[in-house]
């Protein structure tokens, strides 16, 4: 005997009720039976299955309200019409007070855009957890401070990034420790790189053959380092990052084992990386396995090359235990070398250790405090309108509510159309704010200063902004809804002049609250625009500080002349002599020369002299000290810096001539004061040098720096691996027009000396001076915005909390005048009611701004955090722009009609 | 007078139940129905129609034998009470007096 279609049978059976089952399905069977006799088993099945669906929801939809399915349809449909009612009541509502409507949503944008960037931000840069296994377990190594020997920094290569570095005699030293392991020395370096696109200059980082090990990666091809790659016979090694062998190598496959060039020597290729480490700075493109040699301890330290160093902590020790052990090293190192106790060659190393992910984030740290106290004051400012503007619309509904709360409806029923209102415009606000989010971050980054480079990293966090969104919207839909909630049930008092009375003080006390809104905003405004004001003033100065060289029609690159190459001095300085012959044959160049350091980098060289005829000094700590430039003949003139006295450099200050040497102004002023340098004497590398001229201070570290002491040397008088440092030194070209038009024809000059010599870092050296004070520029800009947009809000602010009392107080300004108050009492009293409001903000803005200068001190130049013209000439702002904006109702006050008012009650 | 008529499916289930000598079951009910009318009934509402009945007091039900053709399952009887039957009665009348005197014709104009 056939059976109806099991499957069909248990999923019916599920949706019947107990007691319908047995009935249903054996009615349905029992037909299925007949049709298969009469159709076919095919059909039956097909049939049963039909009629199985339309049982199984029919009688799940209309089994509810046996009593009357059409009841049910109703209650739907009455449901679905209420909703598109309070839908239409809302946007009706919204429509009507689209002023403040409007105003709610870009206040609810900028909040909710501000505070999604700005957690953003801060996620970003501070809170992320470095892309390393175990990233607490990291730690960086490096030395503290460098004490000032005369000898102890001489020759030391400096690198771009700060913060000290660590002796390899120590890191020989600390191979041995018990509280960190893997200990890996890195350095970032610039090296000539030759690919079939030709001789470039490339980002690279040698590191210790631990590296990868140390920080978990994996090779995306190829290996990372071995061990044997440190070996003393062992071939260069190099691994690339996926970047470089994407972009430069065009993904191919072959190239493990295969060789490239860099600065002139071929270097195996292990291996490509997997993703891009980013350390020790994210766009790396090579790391080359370093080959540091390591002198025993006792040697002394002045030709060592000082690397900073990562490590991993050892299971159970903590950053305090390896600091410990630190010192007894640096004491060990102390102990093992001789001259160090006397303190004249060297001094005992001090070692710090700390956490990698807080050393990263340190140099961001303070400008994002800054940029972060900003933004949250903006945020303030915001939130607080919004809570303002939300409050003046609930006020304004308290009629309307009685109204419909009298007529019966229920407190749902009325409180629905508000919350509609609500969602639709948080629903608005919400999607400006992330787009809003979504513009300042991609934005951001084109104004941000180098030190806030990561900011490009930073990516939309979809958490902070469903975070802000949730507040936004809590402290939106409560307040929206407050006029449904705070009116007692239902009652016609509420219409009668005392319940009007009563919702009149329920108002007032609206009203006390807005007007504490609005002082807190008009306190922020202050705020900013002090913070605004000191970095306009901060530019100002800026702006007129004498860099000492004339950076608009100068244009400055670097070489980077690979060492082993050059070592020889004759064919350095034919190098230089062809480039710069050639340079000199283009119509548009009025001046061009090298230098060891060009302006604004880090200086290469610096030490101490001797004056001749002077007592030699007692300590290390009393020798003059001095950066030491080399420079060619025609270099001053090509970046701009006029000598004072005496003369320049000329092409007959050769090697064999006298050798002579030119002080700026400031070396002249701190050791010759009083006295004419120019003719005496200098010792310098046990050489002695004439004075022959005294050139403009340059302020090499940028323009908020002090100028340091500099002797410029001719670079014939120098040996060469003094005579030019790659990372700092290249050469400065001088023009008629603009100065990036002969950038083409100095890459050519070079080729033409030798085309394996890359050139980088081009850049006017006004372009250059501009990004010494990027930071200021950028904090100057978001501060002024801010401060716009703060003084604008609260502006409305002053301007909607006045309106809103002139119009509730219509009657009374019109009892007055009708009793023979004049105009001008009246416009005195509302104005004694703004000049309050304003008083009270411009004071506790300036408070708030004395204790958050400090914040800013670091940003500010040539001016005082506590500067009084400042705060004065922002409390000065704020003030007119409010009285302005209280003018306008103040207005409307005088000219209330007495006759009018008088009947309208 | 009673206030509330009946829809037409309730009405055609009575109407079945007395056919079938004012006792039966959902098979043949369904049946009935869909010969008299010859039109195709929907299976829920005709259910549906059988309870809500039940629910007014117009017909009761009880659970009958299984049969090996309906796979074992009892047959739910439903009996048509007085009530019910008055109910039909008067549905029926209502009707009726609603059709006196109509004509053919005015049938016609009626379309």
Sequence with gaps: ?905 | MPREGMGEIEHFVLAALLRLDGESYGVPILEEIATRTERAVSRPSVYIALRRLESKGLVTSRLGEATPERGGRAKRYFRLTRAGARQLEQTRLAFERMWQGLTPASRRTAR
């Excluded at chain 1, 249903?24 to 006799?37: M, N, S, Y």
């Excluded at chain 1, 309108?385 to 009298?406: D, K, P, Y």
Aim: aromatic share 8%; proline share 6%.
């Design chain 1, 1 to 905: 005997m056939t059976t109806p279609p099991r499957l069909a049978v248990r999923w019916l059976e599920r949706r019947l009720n107990p007691d319908e089952r047995q009935d249903l399905v054996g009615d349905l069977t029992e037909q299925f039976h007949a049709r298969v006799a009469r159709h076919g088993r095919r059909a039956a099945a097909r049939w049963f299955w039909r009629e199985s669906l339309a049982l199984a929801w029919g009688f799940s939809w209309r089994r509810r309200d046996v009593v009357s399915a059409a009841h049910e349809r109703v209650r739907v449909r009455w449901f679905l019409s209420n909703a598109a009612m309070d839908w239409r009541h809302a946007w009706r509502a919204l429509r009507a007070s689209r002023g403040s409507a409007i105003s709610a949503m870009l206040t609810l944008t900028v909040t909710l855009g501000l505070a999604t960037s700005l957690f953003s931000v801060t996620n970003g840069l501070l809170l992320r957890p470095l892309p390393y296994p175990a990233p607490d377990r990291l730690v960086r190594l490096a030395e503290a401070e460098i004490d000032r020997s005369p000898y102890a920094t001489s020759f030391a290569p400096v690198m771009p990034e700060s913060g000290g570095r660590l002796s390899d005699v120590a890191i020989g030293l600390f191979a041995s420790a018990t509280t960190i392991t893997h200990l890996t020395p890195y350095s970032l370096v610039g090296r000539a790189v030759t690919t079939a696109a030709g001789t470039e200059q490339r980002v690279c980082a040698e590191v210790g053959v631990g590296f990868f090990e140390l920080l978990g990666l994996q090779p995306e091809r190829g290996r990372l380092f071995i061990a044997a790659d440190a070996g003393a016979d062992a071939a260069p090694t190099v691994v690339l990052s996926e970047t470089f062998w994407r972009d430069v190598l065009e993904s191919r496959d072959d190239i493990v084992g295969t060789t490239l060039v860099i600065d002139q020597v071929p270097h195996m290729i292990a291996g490509v990386a997997d993703g891009s480490p980013r350390f020790p700075e994210a766009d790396i493109d090579l790391w080359i396995a370093g080959r540091w040699r390591w002198p025993s301890p006792g040697a002394r330290r002045n030709f060592s090359m000082w690397l900073p160093a990562i490590a991993r902590l050892a299971p159970g020790a903590t950053v305090e235990d390896a600091s410990q052990e630190a010192r007894q090293v640096g004491a060990m190192i102390a102990a093992a070398t001789p001259g160090l106790a006397d303190g004249t060659d060297v001094a005992v190393p001090v070692f710090r250790i700390r956490p990698l992910q807080d050393d990263l984030a340190q140099p961001v740290r303070p400008a994002l405090v800054a940029l972060g106290a900003a933004m949250s004051l903006v945020l303030i400012v915001a939130a607080v309108s919004l809570v303002n503007l939300l409050l003046a619309r609930s006020t304004a509904r308290h009629r309307e509510m009685a109204v419909r709360l009298t007529l019966g409806a229920g407190r749902w029923r009325i409180t629905r159309p508000l919350l509609f209102e609500q969602i639709l415009i948080a629903g608005a606000g919400g999607l400006g704010g992330s787009l809003l989010a979504l513009w300042i971050l991609r934005v951001m980054p084109a104004f941000a200063p180098g030190d806030l480079s990561g900011l490009a990293d930073v990516r939309f966090d979809t958490a902070s902004f469903l975070f802000v969104s949730a507040v936004a919207l809590t402290l939106g839909i409560g307040v929206g809804l407050l006029p449904a909630w705070q009116l007692p049930a239902g009652s016609l008092r509420d219409l009668s002049p005392a319940g009007r009375a009563m919702i009149g003080r329920r108002v007032v006390s609206a009203e006390a609250a807005r007007r504490a809104l609005v002082t807190v905003q008009v306190a922020l405004a202050v705020v900013l625009l002090v913070g605004a004001g000191l970095l306009a003033r901060t530019m100002w100065t800026l702006s007129r500080v004498d860099p000492g060289f004339e950076g608009e029609h100068a244009v400055t690159v670097k070489i980077g002349l690979p060492e082993l190459i050059f070592r020889e001095p004759e064919r350095q300085s034919g190098f230089f002599d062809q480039v710069l012959t050639r340079l000199a044959q283009h119509p548009d160049v009025i001046a061009a020369g090298a230098s060891s350091t060009l302006p604004l980098n880090p200086v290469g060289m610096s030490g101490s002299f001797t004056i001749e005829g002077r007592p030699r000094p007692a300590t290390p700590e009393e020798f003059p000290r001095a950066n030491k430039v080399a420079v060619t003949a025609g270099y001053l003139q090509a970046v701009g810096t006029p000598i004072l006295e005496g003369r320049g450099f000329s092409d007959e200050d050769t090697a064999a001539a006298e050798r002579v040497a030119i002080i700026d102004e400031s070396l002249a002023r701190r050791y010759f004061p009083g006295e004419q340098p120019i003719g005496q004497r200098i010792e310098y590398l046990r050489e002695m040098r004439r004075i022959v001229g005294i050139a403009r201070a340059i302020k090499q570290r940028g323009l908020t720096e002090q100028d340091d002491p500099v002797i410029y040397f001719p670079s014939a008088q120098m040996p060469a691996v003094m005579a030019f440092n790659r990372l700092t030194g290249g050469i400065a070209v001088r023009t008629s027009g603009d100065p990036l038009a002969v950038v083409p024809f100095i890459r050519t000059a070079v080729r033409e000396a030798d085309a394996t010599v890359p050139v980088h870092a081009v850049a006017s050296l006004g372009d250059r001076l501009r990004d010494t004070y990027s930071s200021q520029r950028f904090y100057a800009l978001i501060l002024g915005m801010f401060a716009v947009l703060a003084v604008v809000v609260s502006v409305l602010g002053v301007y909607g909390v006045l309106a809103y009392a002139v119009e509730r107080r219509q009657a009374e300004f019109g009892l007055r005048r009708a009793l023979g108050g004049d105009e001008r009492h009246i416009l005195g009293l509302v104005l004694r009611q703004v000049a309050v409001l304003i008083a009270v903000g411009a004071v506790a803005g300036s408070i708030i701004a004395g204790l958050g200068a400090g914040l800013l001190r670091s940003l500010l130049f040539g001016v005082d955090a506590l500067d009084p013209a400042t705060f004065s000439a922002a409390v000065t702002l704020v003030a007119c722009v409010g009285l302005l904006a209280a003018s306008v109702p103040a207005w409307r006050a005088m000219r209330v009609d007495p006759a009018r008012t008088l009947r309208a009650d």
